[in-house]
């Protein structure tokens, strides 16, 4: 929208120059070459009107001037003209039809700073029929609003306009221009507003100006009315519906603006990456990251986004949101690798992370410490991931030998999540939570011992009542017969020593 309407300030301020010089030789020609007398009239003696005459001096350098400039010789109409002010005696008329004609033909050499003060003394000389002098206001005030001087021209002429003068169109035209290049806005507007309502047909540089104006101004009603129109007669300018996407969003309307939005991308009719990027923003804004990573990887694909680093993090930033981790892991390593950057680095060795690859986290973790990035929290998602595969581990029950325990997956899996806690610098933030990840560990392993050790106690008394039984037995079916022997058997010689041979010795 500011391109736009950078373009059509600098599409006015062309304008309004080449409406200057159109119109400024036709009211020029109109100011004084109709008062002007021929040569035949000064061989004649006819009278002329009271005070608007000139002598045979001052005619004959007047009519030598008009031929040399009739010839192409401005600047020899010019200097004739210097000098035939300097005549004595010259009378308000004379003086004012030279200054005239040294303001034309001043201009004709594009000197147009000449040609205004010309035009200004034409008007000073007193010479002038009221009619007159207000054309040459008319002409000076376009030549200011075409020497840059856009608030007194344009001051000048809106006097002119307001004391009665002509409102021809062309004359609105340049003031509305004249008070757009001095970014008087307020000023361009009633002009502005008379000279839409006065066009038919209306073009599309009425709707243009008044776009143009009522933004600058702020009024957001009356442009969204002017957009609606424009849009209604030129549905197929991208830019209309971008300023209309716009208002919406400036007007706190975004889900209207987010609509507008997706109806132009998915009819094709955005195609640019400032364009395809505000679409995408728009989904991740809504809480589609999916859609959102959809478009960003078609679009990429297609070569109308660059896959650039910041592209490719955003990308599968979008994929992450959407815990599509595993179509992210790709995205980050090209983008780990394109950039070395080190943030880069452990997004990706996260995104591995969640998907369990622990080896391969574990590598890209490492290459994030070694280029920079924060030791403990690459640490603490290692050691967490290493900790993690103990879920899909056989547990350690009491029937395993203190060997066997020793040896067992899940023992090795905790002993390397607690060796990548104890790396977590002591400095870091992170030390705390992994000395609690430690104690956790050990504790895990505690509560297997002590478990292992009541359920050993529980089979040892039981065992033994059965042992007892078995020798109060014996002498009534004269053998040793125990229950459960295979269970118990192991705890026999243990018994005995402890009860039986005390009773033997009594």
Known sequence: MIDTIATQKTKFRVKAASLLGSSFLALAVIGFSATLPSTAAFAQDAP???????DAKSGEAVNNAQTLASNGDNLGAVNALNQALTLPDLNPYEKSTMYQMLGQYSYELDRPGDAQRAFENAINA????PNEVDNIKVVIAQLMIGNGQYVEGAQRLENYLNSGGQQKPQYIDLLVNAWVQAENYQ???????????????????????????YNNLGMQGRQADIVKQMIGRWPEDKNLWDAWASMLANGGREQEAFEVTKMLYLGGALSTEQDLLKVVQYYSFYDMPYQAAEILEREMNANRIAKTPD??????????????YKRAIPILEAAASQSGEAKLYADWGEALYNEGQCAASEKAFTEAINRGYDAGKSWMLIANCRYDTTSTMERLNCDMTPAQMAEAPITKARLSAVQAFERVPATSRERLNAQKWMKFIAAEKSAVDRRCEFEIGLERQLCYGKIEQAYKAEFLIGEFKLDDAETCMPYKEDYDAEFRVVTVEE
């Open 48 to 54: 002329p009107e009271e005070g608007r005459q000139f």
């Open 126 to 129: 007193g010479g002038l029929l």
């Open 187 to 213: 000023r361009a507007l009633p002009w502005a507003e008379r000279w839409f309502n006065a066009a038919s047909p209306k073009e599309r540089k009425h709707f243009d100006l008044m776009n143009f104006l």
């Open 311 to 324: 592209k490719l993090k955003q990308l599968s930033g979008l994929f992450r949101q959407a815990r599509e």
